[in-house]
């Protein structure tokens, strides 16, 4: 774990208290423990760290847990904040317990964003306050280094930016001179981005170790990008040893006699002599005038804006439903959230606030006192074990054939990724593309990645929403999710692909958390279509006594603009689409259509299918797809294909398996789902049949362009899609050791195939920006570059 996540429900083998201390929510895990946000009796909010149950057997860690409480404790005391330099740059130790059955470290929670977060989403720093931010964090260095201790992992995910200046976290790796090393045999302790050569060569930290990962969080600050660029951790690392660090981004009016850019160039000396201390980087940065402006004067106003909507959120955190999941074994940490402290109720810290962005004078005037008022940094992480942030790996897909563009290259080679990305992942359904990000779900429950399309790297991480199928609103490059956890499960959910800024709707008086995927149908505008749930009036939880609610939202005026009742039904499935000025929705054993202004019903149509014996439809939501064929009508599929008007539901033709007589059909019974959610380019659909075929028609009249017979390769089950991309077809497989079948889109004929070393039980999930093809499987995302 690498920062404070944002909270997230405790899993069912989590205590219910340590101390007297009663647990709210997960922050985080590590290699070592978790972090929890918990609460005493007198109603003090803290963060929580406990070592792992089974670590707490081993007389090491319990060494180290104590050098970590020692180390915090001789830094700022076991007392309340004051105004010493101490209380200002750390977090104040609230309660320990080192010697239990689970020792735990309770320290100040803190509403700030980490410094990571703000130049990710805002861009970098004017110089002036560059200089602010590391003379405090200087300054904060030389405190810890007059303790006898070096902080080891100084980077901006450690750093919390509040408007009465930064303060540093995580001591989880901190290193007294005398203290024993708990470092595993083969890992290095840091960040490479940030680490000193000494620690990457002899792993060996010192003072001037601090400074050097010190000026490269300043450097980062400056320019948007650490001082040895980005990429993989080895190529770093080498950079780091035997590279020059790029300061150029420095040259400007802003540092006009370069003397800036020098100092930092001082403290990113190879050699360890040449730093300086930070003592003596304190007194070099800190400005000569004495009236000089607070810190809060020369933050970026937006960060200023960030800062002052977190302390504004409800501090009345309800107590999160239980998730029956275990917590993670010794040495094999979970990877958080990379992002800054979070709000007490589950929402993201930088939601966004009712009636706009408070003035500037405002916030200079109110932000240091709330945030003085309401809190300070969780130590998260542990180096043991600790999950390395993915990094983008470039050459060919492990397996794949030596490639080659396609169009345009030989036949059947594939095109070589342009990078290639490993994480933990965990996709259902199609990622979402916006503003030059592709967003994915992890293997953490709640969890976002936003990966960069250009470079590969991972931009922003968030937490609290429902990663499931993804819909954006294109216009406004904003993905659309169910709210998760302590956020409440009657919101939605809103994700700025571009940065990661998350926010929620109001309370919506409809629980959306029951179903599956997404509850979003389709979106339009600045609007939300979605699906969720309400009990009758004085009825209990039971199915049978939920109503299920179709409703439209507006994101700009943050309101419900209608709602209306639709079919029962068993599935919590949500699929339908927009079509000029209607909402088409599928409903139990009905196709409908309302109007997408009011959501006046304005038409329905019966859907084709035999209803199971028990009378539970449920195969018409889970097992229909829908397309747009633009002019010509809206296809759907189904055991049927079949394209409709969509001014009244009326069927302009029909296809059913029956008529493909050279498709093996036998596995699909009378009425079952035979066709997969197809996809449409120009006058083209391509879908597949069976799970044995792809069947290409012309839409305008059905009839059959071509076939493509799958062979060994086992096509997914309906109502899997297939992807029109580049010129060629990409139909869903199933899992084995194929990742991506590429079809012909004119001839259907196989133009190529990537395949893997393992088999994967996971399907592709394939999203196209009209240059590059996403495709994600397992933990490895591609991307490849087709010429369409």
């Known amino acids: 774990m690498e920062s404070l996540a944002r909270p997230r429900p405790l899993h069912a083998n989590d205590p219910a208290a340590l101390g007297r201390w009663r647990l709210l929510a997960r922050l985080g895990s590590g290699g070592m423990g978790s972090v929890y946000l918990a609460r005493s009796p007198g109603g003090r909010t803290v963060a929580l760290k406990a070592v792992h149950p089974t670590l707490a ?52 929670y803190l509403l700030a964003p980490a410094l990571q977060e703000t130049v990710d989403a805002f861009g970098p720093w004017q110089l002036t306050a560059v200089r602010a931010l590391g003379s405090a964090l200087a300054e904060a260095l030389a405190a810890v280094h007059r303790a006898q201790l070096v902080h080891r992992d100084v980077k901006p995910s450690n750093v919390l930016v509040t408007a009465d200046g930064p303060r540093v976290i995580d001591f989880g790796i901190a290193l007294s001179s005398g203290a024993r090393r708990l470092t ?23 003072p001037y170790s601090d400074v050097y990962a010190l000026a490269g969080v300043l450097v980062f600050a400056a320019t948007g990008r650490g001082p040895f660029g980005t990429g993989a951790a080895e190529e770093l690392l080498y950079r780091v040893v035997h590279g020059q660090p790029d300061l150029s981004a420095l040259d400007g009016p802003a540092d006009p006699d370069g003397a800036l850019r020098r100092l930092l160039a001082r403290c990113l000396a190879k050699d360890v002599t040449e730093r300086p201390s930070a003592a003596e980087l304190a007194r070099l940065l800190r400005p000569a005038d ?27 955190i ?43 004078r405002a916030l200079l005037l109110g932000a240091a006192g709330t945030l003085a008022a309401a809190g300070a940094a969780a130590t998260g992480a542990y180096a043991a074990g600790r999950a390395a942030r993915p990094a983008a790996k470039p050459g060919p897909a492990r397996g794949s054939a030596a490639a080659s563009r396609r169009p345009g290259g030989a036949k059947g080679t594939a095109p070589q990724p342009a990078w290639e990305y490993r994480g933990p992942l965990d996709v259902y359904g199609r990622p979402a593309l916006g503003r030059g990000v592709l967003v994915t779900g992890t293997d953490t429950f709640g969890e976002l990645y936003g990966i960069d399309t250009r ?53 919506l008086d409809i629980i959306l958390e029951r179903i599956d995927g997404s509850p979003v149908v389709a979106t339009r505008g600045h609007t939300v279509f979605a699906v969720g749930e309400r ?45 000029g000025s209607r909402l088409l929705v599928f409903e139990t054993d009905t196709l409908r259509a309302y109007g997408v202004q009011d959501g006046a019903k304005q038409w329905e149509a019966p859907l084709e299918g035999t209803p199971p014996a028990d009378g539970i439809t449920d195969y018409s939501l889970t097992d229909h797809g829908m397309a747009s064929a633009g002019r010509h009508g809206v296809l759907t599929s189904g055991p049927e294909l079949r394209l409709l008007d969509p001014s009244d539901g009326r069927p302009l033709w029909r296809l059913g398996p029956g008529r493909l007589k050279d498709v093996d059909t036998g596995r699909v019974e009378p009425g079952a789902t035979a066709f997969g959610t197809p996809a449409v380019a120009g006058n083209t659909a391509y879908v597949t049949v069976a799970q044995k075929a792809v069947l290409a028609v012309d839409v305008r009249t059905g009839k059959r362009r071509w076939l493509w017979q799958a062979g060994d390769e086992e096509l997914s089950p309906p109502p899997a899609p297939v992807t029109a991309a580049g010129g060629l077809v990409f139909p869903s497989l199933l899992g084995g050791q194929t990742a991506l079948v590429a079809l012909d889109a004119r001839t259907g004929e196989r133009a190529w195939r990537i395949a893997e070393t ?10 196209w920006d009209g240059e590059r093809l996403y495709a994600v499987r397992g933990v490895h995302i591609r991307a490849l570059p087709l010429d369409g």
């Open 455 to 507: 470079t590969g790297t991972l931009r922003w991480t968030v937490t609290g929403v429902a990663g499931e199928q993804p819909f954006t609103v294109p216009d406004r490059s904003i993905a659309v999710f169910a709210a998760l956890g302590t956020a409440g499960d009657d919101r939605l959910a809103f994700v700025e692909t571009a940065n990661g800024r998350t926010w929620y709707s109001e309370p």
């Open 318 to 360: 309800a107590v999160p439903r239980r998730e029956d999941a275990p917590s993670p074994p010794p040495g094999h940490g979970t990877r958080e959230d990379d992002g800054g402290a979070v709000g007490p109720d589950g929402a993201p810290a930088h939601a966004r606030t009712p009636g706009g962005p408070p003035s500037r």
């Open 758 to 767: 393992d088999n994967i039980a996971d399907s592709a999930q394939l999203s």
């Open 57 to 108: 057997q081993e007389p090491e860690f319990r060494a180290r847990f104590r050098d970590e409480v020692r180390a915090t404790r001789a830094l700022i005391g076991h007392a309340e904040p004051g105004p010493s330099t101490a209380a200002r740059h750390f977090a104040a130790v609230v309660d320990a317990d080192t010697e239990g059955p689970r020792p735990w470290l309770a320290t100040e």
């Open 290 to 316: 004495v009236d000089a402006p607070p810190f809060a004067a020369l933050l970026p106003a937006p960060v200023l804006a960030d800062i002052a909507a977190r302390t504004t959120l409800d501090w009345d």
């Open 535 to 579: 009990l009758r009036e004085g009825a209990s939880a039971a199915p049978g006594k939920r109503e299920l609610h179709l409703f439209a939202y507006d994101i700009d005026r943050a309101e419900t603009v209608w709602r209306r009742r639709i079919s029962p039904s068993e599935v919590k499935t949500a699929t339908g689409g927009v079509f």
């Open 184 to 206: 595993r045999t083969g890992h290095v302790l840091g960040s490479p981005a940030y680490m000193a050569p000494e620690q990457v060569e002899r792993r060996t930290s010192t």
